[in-house]
């Protein structure tokens, strides 16, 4: 990895600046299916259209998982980084903080005074961990199999058809990526 250079996407670039955390159209179906996982403070909630699908079943997964527990989780930020999923979420602890399930935060303040519910923000980080191992193969425009690609400093993950599309057509390969696959 290089550093020095700004190697988040355009697309992202663009939400970053943004004055106020937007919320990407591409997850207006999941906030109608999952409401409180999207009404929490957040700094952005983006999408990839070929990650949806993995991020879809991810939700499903952790909703089931939650059980009467869903008002406690919501995702504070959904981004891409270096060509990789970055997903960010909070669960409360028993006594009502929200704390970090993923994330910038070290180990031991992961754990929750209550047995049952450390046992549960190990089974979300879990979730969340391997989706994003998922995401890491496929591609970000079409969601087949995948490598992460480096072009002008920027890195992408995308398939041999969307990398030679990235270098003819970057706006048009970064459109398909925002699009809604709905
Ligand atoms: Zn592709």
Known sequence: MHDQLDSTTPAAKSLRD????TVHPMLAELARCYPLMFQGPHTGLDMACGWYPVFAQLC???????????SDFHWRQLKEKYGQPRWYASLKDADGQASDVTGLVRPGSLLAPEQEREALRDCLRDLVQAAEACCETRCMACGSSASLQ????WYTTCCAGHLDMLQREPDAFWRLVQQNPL
């Open 60 to 70: 499903a997964d952790i909703d089931a998982r939650l059980g009467q527990l869903q």
């Open 150 to 153: 480096r072009l002008k400093g």
């Open 18 to 21: 943004s004055r106020q955390p």
